[in-house]
């Protein structure tokens, strides 16, 4: 799930990815196109409601494909994402435009 806010007079997105608590997650990180898809730069914090989260400022204007890793194994995209592409793998990549 994907909660977003406009800061800097438009000109950055702050976005909330949200991982829902249905996934049972031990651990979650979110890469994608912002980190260089590194699994070390953006680990998720769970909440009291099951579920885990990453808050990011991203610049506006553009789109970012990003993915949840979980459990250090599974690969994981956005129920909620703003559209989907394919990747090289066979699968698709979540994207939010901000």
Not at 54 to 76: M, P
């Amino acid at each position: 799930m994907l909660h977003k806010r406009y800061l800097s007079q438009g000109k950055i997105c702050e976005v909330t990815f949200v991982l829902p608590s249905a996934i049972n997650a031990k651990t979650a990180v979110l890469v994608g196109d912002f980190n260089n898809w590194d699994k070390k730069v953006a680990p998720m914090i769970y909440t009291a409601d099951g579920s885990w989260q990453v808050i990011l400022r991203l610049d506006t204007r553009r789109e970012y494909q990003f993915r949840y890793f979980v459990n250090g194994s599974e690969w994981h995209n956005d129920w909620e994402a703003d559209r989907y592409v394919m990747n090289p793998y066979g699968g698709e990549n979540s994207v939010v435009v901000t």
